[in-house]
């Protein structure tokens, strides 16, 4: 079954505006970790954010802030004042507590116009 | 500095051929993994190791078989019996494997393509 579900295959967003990128999960585990990576065109993975099932408050990370709805189980990465260099495809992942791997979604292609 | 080296970044194969590819890491991490990505899809789990000389297969391991050998090396063969091997490749290594909070640091990825 799929763990992680990003419904967005692609978005166009205009320059200095702020994007919201969906993702939502399941999993029966109480611990999990969410997180989020960007992959440039250029094809490595670049670790973005993480937010922890039991954290109180959603993680941020410069222009980058993880929208954790836990009942809902969502967990939206937006990114603020998106810049050219922004352009790229962006993944959720999970890990769960009684697992070793790293689950990713499907990915979501953002491209950021001038 | 510290990361991870995949090679060789782009491989040609004949249909029967196994091939070889190279994974580093000087990180001093236990956990290595190797991942699949098809055009425009996410990635999908081949092998991870969390210690030297164990490895488990993930979502994907037939026709593939790997090692680990040495704690910073991990390598990857794609047999002759992966019936669809052109793919993206990528390496990616972790503190631990059992940590929840351990983000893995990827390599920058082999691209074989099979002729």
């Known amino acids: 079954a799929q763990k992680i579900t990003q419904t967005q295959p692609g978005m166009f967003v205009q320059e200095k505006e702020a994007v919201t990128l969906d993702c939502t999960y399941d999993t029966s585990d109480p611990s999990y970790g969410l997180f989020w990576y960007k992959q440039p065109s250029s094809g490595e993975m670049i670790f973005l954010i993480y937010?922890?099932?039991?954290?109180?408050q959603n993680a941020t990370e410069g222009r980058y802030s993880l929208n954790f709805q836990k009942a809902r189980k969502s967990a939206n990465l937006v990114i603020s004042a998106s810049q050219l260099g922004d352009s790229a495809m962006y993944f959720c992942a999970m890990r769960e507590a009684r697992g070793y791997k790293l689950s990713f979604g499907a990915g979501t292609t953002v491209t950021v116009r001038a | 500095d510290g990361g991870i080296t995949q090679s060789p970044k782009y491989l040609f194969r004949k249909e029967g051929q196994n091939v070889t590819l190279s994974c580093e890491q000087n990180l001093n991490h236990d956990a290595m993994y190797w991942y699949r990505q098809d055009p425009g899809q996410g990635l999908r789990l081949i092998y991870y190791?969390?210690?030297?000389?164990?490895?488990q297969k993930g979502d994907i391991a037939e026709g593939y078989s790997v090692s680990r050998e040495k704690k910073e090396s991990f390598p990857l063969t794609v047999t002759s019996a992966q019936k669809n091997p052109t793919a993206f490749y990528l390496c990616?290594?972790?503190?631990?494997?059992?940590?929840?909070?351990?983000?893995?640091?990827f390599g920058e990825g082999s691209r074989l393509t099979v002729l």
């Open positions: 190791s969390q210690i030297v000389n164990d490895f």
């Open positions: 937010q922890g099932s039991y954290d109180q």
């Open positions: 990616a290594s972790s503190i631990n494997a059992g940590m929840v909070r351990g983000e893995l640091f």
